[in-house]
Antibody, heavy 119, light 112 residues
Framework: QITLKESGPTLVKPTQTLTLTCTFS??????????VAWIRQPPGKALEWLAL???????RYSPSLKSRLTITKDTSKNQVVLTMTNMDPVDTATYYC???????????WGQGTLVTVSS | DIVMTQSPDSLAVSLGERATINCRSS????????????LAWYQQKPGQPPKLLIY???TRESGVPDRFSGSGSGTDFTLTISSLQAEDVAVYYC????????FGPGTKVDIK
């Protein structure tokens, strides 16, 4: 059974750096083709894909946010970490992590964590 | 980026009737070497994460009712709910994964 869970601060101040952790079970990031992605959703708005890390350590980023994002993995802890620098109120959103199998579609999602950016 | 658009923005359908949602990509998502369309559909209910319904444009995810079907190729795709049930009220998103993933803006489905 694959599960993912996001954790991190619920409130950050403008200009701060956000660090979110995705802790997963039921699969290994050592397995070929597997990846973990971060996707966000501002309140009442559409989904926005942010970043993806593959089993081999390769990473992909949203072109519009690439300069602010870093995604890393700790295979031994079954965790993937996303950092986003220079947070702004427009970054207020529910942040999800999701499991990627063979194609970059996402069959398993965490419940999401709401991050509010406010002074 | 490949830009995804969806139509309509919202629709209301009577119970038991057909619901059709359209999705268009700004460039093809058909990979010629394997003849696969890199297109997925999701359902999202309030307060819940998205649920994968369809991938490779027409392959139904395990456990998804067969009233949900996906079709199309290249740049134009359709999600069809053949007989709308009350539990299908949700927002539906298409997503391409031909390049770095992008989602459509969503289509809200309600009961008429």
């Amino acid at each position: 059974q694959i599960t993912l869970k996001e954790s991190g601060p619920t409130l950050v101040k403008p200009t701060q750096t956000l660090t979110l952790t995705c802790t997963f079970s039921g699969f290994s990031l050592r397995t070929s083709e597997v990846g973990v992605a971060w996707i966000r959703q501002p309140p009442g708005k559409a989904l926005e894909w942010l970043a993806l890390i593959y089993w081999d350590g390769d990473t992909r980023y949203s072109p519009s946010l690439k300069s602010r994002l870093t995604i890393t993995k700790d295979t031994s802890k079954n965790q993937v970490v996303l950092t986003m620098t220079n947070m702004d109120p427009v970054d207020t959103a529910t942040y999800y992590c999701a499991h990627r199998k063979s194609g970059s579609y996402f069959a398993y999602w965490g419940q999401g964590t709401l991050v509010t950016v406010s002074s | 980026d490949i830009v995804m658009t969806q139509s309509p923005d919202s629709l209301a359908v009577s119970l038991g009737e057909r619901a059709t949602i359209n999705c268009r990509s700004s460039q093809t998502v058909l990979y010629s070497s394997n003849n696969k369309n890199y297109l997925a559909w999701y359902q999202q209910k309030p307060g819940q994460p998205p649920k994968l319904l369809i991938y490779w444009a027409s392959t139904r995810e395990s456990g998804v009712p067969d009233r949900f079907s996906g079709s199309g190729s290249g740049t134009d795709f359709t999600l069809t709910i053949s007989s709308l049930q009350a539990e299908d009220v949700a927002v539906y998103y298409c997503q391409q994964y031909y390049t770095t993933p992008t989602f459509g803006p969503g289509t809200k489905v309600d009961i008429k």
